[in-house]
Each structure stands twice: as structure tokens, then as C-alpha cells.
């Protein structure tokens, strides 16, 4: 299971970061790092050469963001069917099923409440990345 875990997440994750930040071909590895890291968390990259990486990379989480609106819905839905099926177990199943049924019921209420704020950050840092890349360019 964990040799094919690379081979399931790993090859569509790359696939779609080929698709919203297709200059990334153009970066080294340890560049794309770099990148990366400066903008997830807001600081400048202190590089000129690699200053149009986070611009792009910035321009590829938006559109990440804009495209992933549209199944927002889908958590809510299967939190929903969870809890369902966790009261369900707990009346006709056996306390284990019940016991890993509100334990994934638990795992998306944290979901539900975490990643709104993460995604906001993130994308908060992404865009002051971009400011501080922007104005590396321009010199000002």
C-alpha cells in the first residue's frame, strides 16, 4: 500500500500543478522549492531571477481556488451522509464501526472548520508574496 500511495496521489497532484503553474518546467527543483516556500508564507524571494515563479505560482493558487468553488458542496454533503451513517452504526453496528464512523465524522467537522481559515491565510500570504515579487521586479 505505501509503494503505490506515490503512484495514486502523486501522479494526478503533479499533473494538476503541471496544469496551474506550467513555468515551473522552467525552474530547477530546488528553485521550485524556494518558490514554493516563499510564497505559502508571504516573504519575499530575495531573487530576481525567481521572482516571476511566484507570480506565476500565485496565479496558479488562484486559480486553483477559483476552480475548486464549485465542489465545496461536496464536504458538507458527505459530513452529512457521515453523521447519518455514524448514528446508524451506533444503534445497529458494533462499537468499533461506531467508534471509527464518529471518529470520521470528527476528522471532517475539523476539516469543515480548519481549512477556510488555512485556505484564506495561504492565500493571503500568496498574494503578499506576489506584491514583494512584483516590486523586485520593478526595483521599487
Known amino acids: 500500500p505505501v509503494v503505490f500511495g506515490p503512484l495514486i496521489f502523486g501522479m494526478p497532484v503533479a499533473r ?8 515551473a518546467k522552467a525552474l530547477r527543483g530546488e528553485d521550485r522549492v524556494e518558490v514554493v ?3 505559502r508564507n508571504g516573504q519575499g524571494i530575495g531573487e530576481a531571477r525567481l521572482a516571476q515563479g511566484v507570480i506565476d505560482y500565485t496565479t496558479g493558487l488562484r486559480e486553483a481556488h477559483r476552480q475548486a468553488r464549485r465542489y465545496r458542496w461536496v464536504v458538507p454533503v458527505v459530513a452529512a451522509l457521515s453523521l447519518v451513517l455514524a448514528v446508524t452504526d ?7 464501526l461506531a467508534l471509527v464512523s464518529w471518529l ?11 481549512w477556510p481559515g488555512k485556505r484564506a491565510d495561504l492565500l493571503s500570504d500568496a498574494e503578499r508574496a506576489e506584491t514583494l515579487a512584483r516590486q523586485l521586479l520593478t526595483g521599487s
Open 104 to 114: 470520521w465524522v470528527a476528522l471532517l467537522v475539523v476539516e469543515m472548520l480548519w
Open 37 to 39: 516556500r516563499a510564497t
Open 90 to 96: 451506533s444503534f445497529f453496528g458494533s462499537i468499533r
Open 16 to 23: 494538476r500543478m503541471a496544469k496551474f503553474w506550467p513555468s
